[in-house]
């Protein structure tokens, strides 16, 4: 096999992919991709005439387990939602996906932010129609587990982190009520995670990939893309097929704050990671989420360094412990089914 930089691929199981996917097939222009948060080695490289991405893991937890998400992403991918597939190693979590010339949803998408909006929810409807993901763990079980965790890290003081999380218990213990409607789920889809290319959407990440309710998706989907309550209607009559019910209105409600949560508290304990000697004093952070989305979008707010992504958890906390403060929360608990 001939590789154009062999000092890129420097783990054996990167190796093992290219061979096995390509065997002596010439693979040039190979360059690394820097960016998102799982700490994958990612690389992009061409070969039998084509654009591949190769991802060969470096950590594997009970979170990024291959052998639960690759098969996610196998099911995904036969449904058009993700890449094609080229290569899966269950063993390493290796794979090779052809690689996307896509964009950004944000500036991808050619057309009306509607159409965009509606695109969305059947693209959710699609990947919520696809054979079972593997089972992995109970959503709430899953976010009590971060909680504790962020909360082992001393990040922030008890009482600080019990401030930011005001309203939670309530928030689970209703959620935790309402039987759960399991479907095939990506669980982060996040404007970073859907590419456009040719007018198509692609999804990628699939790591977190796993069996969860259909709540949790479409609750990415309206925190992280739709500005009001207009495109809101737009995203849910696309994966409903029609106006929602109350009871279905009621649970999105829900899930959009268990979603701020999982996002707070999951920003926040990889910083503690990153820095196990850091302590926070919230008070003295000014965190607002409509205002980070703002900066975002104009390019303002640098996501990847760890000041920004600590406002950007604290700004999720606080939308949660507003919402969870006012009256449609008590309305949203009681007409959820």
């Known amino acids: 096999m001939t590789l154009a930089v062999p000092t890129l691929f420097d783990t054996p199981a990167a190796v093992d992919a290219l061979r096995a996917a390509f065997g002596n097939a010439p693979v040039t222009g190979a360059r690394r991709i820097i960016g998102g948060f799982s700490g994958a080695d990612v690389f992009r490289l061409e070969a039998e005439g084509c654009a591949w991405l190769l991802r060969a893991p470096k950590a594997r937890d009970a979170l990024r387990d291959p052998e639960r998400w690759l098969p996610c992403l196998r099911i995904a991918a036969e449904a058009g939602i993700a890449p094609p597939l080229r290569y899966a190693d269950p063993q390493t979590g290796a794979c090779i996906t052809r690689f996307v010339e896509g964009r950004p949803l944000a500036e991808g998408f050619d057309g009306p932010r509607e159409a965009m909006i509606a695109a969305l929810g059947a693209l959710a409807r699609r990947l919520h129609a696809t054979p079972p993901f593997p089972r992995f763990v109970d959503y709430m079980d899953g976010m009590a587990d971060m909680i504790g965790q962020l909360r082992s890290s001393a990040l922030l003081a008890s009482e600080a982190l019990d401030e930011e999380l005001a309203g939670y218990g309530e928030l689970d213990r209703a959620c935790r009520a309402l039987a759960p409607e399991p ?66 209105s009621a649970r999105l409600f829900l899930a959009r704050q268990l979603n701020h949560v999982f996002y707070g508290v999951a920003f926040l304990s990889g910083l503690a990671g990153e820095r196990p000697d850091a302590r926070l004093a919230p008070e003295g952070i000014a965190a607002d989420l409509r205002e980070v989305r703002l900066a975002l979008a104009q390019g303002r707010f640098p996501l990847d360094s760890w000041d920004s992504r600590v406002v950007y958890g604290l700004a999720h906390l606080r939308a949660a412990r507003a919402n969870l403060a006012s009256g449609r929360f008590a309305e949203a608990v009681r007409l959820a089914r």
């Not at 959407?201 to 990939?209: F, I, T």
């Open 183 to 248: 479907v095939s789920s990506h669980n982060d889809l996040n404007p970073r995670n859907i590419l456009v290319e040719d007018g198509r959407l692609w999804v990628v990440d699939w790591e977190a990939a796993f069996l969860a309710d259909r709540y949790v998706d479409l609750a990415a989907l309206a925190n992280n893309t739709t500005r009001d309550d207009a495109e809101l209607a737009v995203l849910t009559h696309a994966y409903f097929g029609g106006p929602p019910t109350e009871a279905q």
